[in-house]
């Protein structure tokens, strides 16, 4: 697999409506020689979760900054409810709620006037979704409470709170569930696909695997600021991802003979391979390997999940070394 | 803009520090009225029991400093008192009003919630004048309250009472030489992203450039013609025109050599903008990521 392109088609339409509530095209950002983001080209619409993965450095939160206007891309540009950031940066942030990777607020105010301020900030009608929001992110017996006090988990809550205030088309998420518990992490993810519901578009950043495919409608893989994949779920985990783990030790002519059943995507493992295949076809495979005298130990049916997926993306490059003779 | 100060108004009032502040300074003024009359009373007291000897020029330079609790004497005296202690306070209070937005991170909060870095600049920028104009004005009340309540029981004579006209005129134009000080405390805020840089840089120019441009002027008087460009000098001749000879600054052998007030006060406008605009400048600049 080729790490610097795309590995999935998408077939999510390219439909370029009014539902668009972000979309950037070819954002670049250097820092010196380094190339945080290269080239990136993102949207979100209405009504859909997009999450947004990549290992610690692959330059998320940095392109989360470029598309709220605290970082100034290279290149490229990102419009947010149509309007290019750089130019009307104001006017296209006044439709977006976003939460931060580190969830700063006043240590000296409460909760709810951290949500206060920050309303007043907003204008419209803000000021007075404050208690409700408290609530329903469970906030409200400790909204009086001053934010120093409050354990990471709170800390979270009232960051997400806070970028509802607006009533945004585009929620934009860094890492929301850091520091909940496990209710905790459900509640948040259920929120989220309210969010979706009231047809807003939501941004998620997360290093929670098992969060991103429980919520997002669609996923883009980012790594070194590159998009090395992107698509629905299903899509990014190969339609489901049906393999089958073989556990063999003459792992290379096992693969010699799976390649004449016109196998092609076999991966070498520590104990064996794993091999790309309808699940229907085990017999098939069993039956060809103990034909050439090769007898597997076993042969595992398996689903890739977006954790295997984005582990195989995301893997440090191995050293170029000389082919095997 | 105008959601931005709202926001930040709302936000400073519910601030300990400022409170804080203004607490210190009326308390300060009572202490300080409330020594000076002991202290020179007990003197008095001492000179004429015989415990102490009795200066040379007798004692009445020690009642003329007596006569200076007198209401009728609170623009030379009175708002001194606010003037030097209201400057170190305000430069504290500038550096922390915009250095703590980085140290919290909220900086980056405000901003991803919309706020522009021309808005915040100037909501702090509007906040901080108006906080110094409460600064002032409630320190020269506590000022004019201390000298009636001193003078009362003391029982020095109220005299022509206080010159409100002129109490106002004295504490505006001190009032405009804390600015440039602050302006310069929050431009090495916004570019060090710390409050304590900021407090350290402006009372350090606020203390040592005074002193180094007064050793200058004593050494040679033509030396006046570059220092006169700094902030001290402009301060002192603004101040110095406010209180007469007898204000803060009667003893500075160098004063006759102190640029022309209408030039100070232009001066003081002109270092006030370029800090802004530096600050702005390195503000509109900067990528803001973790912290500010």
């Known amino acids: 697999m080729n790490p610097t392109q795309p590995v999935m088609l998408r077939s999510y339409a390219r439909r370029v409506t009014e539902d668009q509530v972000l979309r950037t095209k070819g954002l670049v950002k250097k820092f010196g020689s380094i190339t945080a983001v290269d080239g990136l080209d993102l949207e979100v619409r209405r009504g859909e979760v997009v999450g947004l993965l990549g290992p610690n450095g692959a330059g998320k939160s940095t392109t989360i900054g470029m598309v709220l206007g605290l970082i100034s891309p290279t290149g490229g540009t990102a419009e947010v409810l149509g309007r290019d950031v750089r130019v009307r940066r104001e006017d296209a942030l006044a439709g977006v709620g976003a939460m931060l990777e580190v969830t700063s607020f006043y240590p000296y105010l409460s909760g709810r006037d951290n949500l206060a301020a920050v309303a007043l900030l907003r204008g419209g009608g803000a000021l007075a979704r404050v208690d409700p929001l408290l609530a329903r992110l469970g906030l409200a017996q400790r909204g009086g409470s001053k934010f120093r006090t409050y354990s990471l988990g709170m800390r979270q809550r009232l960051g997400i709170a806070s970028t509802l205030l607006a009533d945004p088309a585009l929620v934009i998420l860094d890492e929301p569930a850091n520091g909940l518990d496990p209710a905790g992490q459900r509640e948040i993810r259920e929120l989220i696909r309210e969010l979706a519901g009231e047809n807003r578009g939501v941004l998620l950043a997360s290093h929670l695997l098992y969060e991103v495919e429980h919520v997002c409608d669609r996923v883009l893989v980012i790594k070194k600021g590159k998009l090395i994949a992107s698509g629905t779920i299903a899509e990014v985990t190969r339609g489901g991802g049906n393999y089958f783990e073989i556990v063999i030790d003459d792992k290379r002519r096992a693969a010699e003979v799976l390649r004449g059943l016109g196998i092609k995507e076999i991966r070498e493992m520590p104990t064996g391979l794993d091999v790309v295949a309808d699940p229907t076809h085990g017999a098939e495979i069993n039956r060809a390997l103990a034909s050439a005298g090769l007898y597997a130990s076993a042969i595992v049916p398996r689903a890739s999940s977006l954790e295997d997926v984005f582990m195989e993306l995301t893997e440090p490059e191995a050293p170029s070394a000389p082919p095997a003779s | ?292």
């Open chain 2, 1 to 292: 803009m105008l959601r931005l100060l709202r926001s930040e108004l709302y936000r400073l009032v519910r601030r300990w520090m400022p409170w804080i502040m203004l607490g210190l300074i009326v308390v300060t003024a009572f202490v300080f009225y409330f020594l000076i009359w002991a202290s020179i009373t007990a003197q008095l007291q001492a000179v004429k029991n015989g415990t102490i000897p009795a200066p040379p020029e007798g004692t009445a330079q020690l009642t003329e400093t007596l006569r200076q609790i007198a209401p009728n004497r609170v623009a030379q005296f009175g708002v001194g008192i606010v003037a030097g202690l209201g400057s170190v306070m305000l430069i504290v209070f500038a550096a922390s009003h915009v250095g703590t937005e980085f140290g919290w991170g909220t900086f980056r909060t405000l901003l991803a919630h919309g706020a522009s870095r021309s808005g915040f600049l100037v909501a702090k920028t509007v906040s901080l004048v108006l906080y110094a104009l409460v600064f002032i004005v409630v320190g020269t009340l506590a000022a004019i309250g201390a000298s009636y309540a001193v003078s009362a029981v003391a029982g020095i004579s109220f005299g022509t009472g206080v010159d409100l006209a002129e109490v106002a005129r004295v504490a505006a134009k001190s009032g405009y030489t804390f600015l440039p000080y602050m302006a310069l405390a929050l431009a090495i805020a916004v570019w060090s992203k710390s409050a304590g840089a900021g407090i350290a840089a402006g009372l350090v120019v606020y203390f040592a450039e005074g002193l180094v441009a007064t050793i200058l002027v004593s050494l040679n008087k033509d030396y006046a013609q570059i220092v006169n460009w700094g902030l001290s000098r402009n301060a002192s001749a603004l101040t110095r025109t406010v209180s007469g000879q007898a204000g803060p600054t009667s003893q500075d052998p160098t004063a006759s050599t102190l640029p022309d007030p209408t030039r100070a006060a232009i001066v003081l406008g002109v270092y006030c903008v370029i800090f802004i605009v530096l600050a702005y400048w390195r503000l509109r600049s900067r990528d803001v990521t973790v912290g500010g």
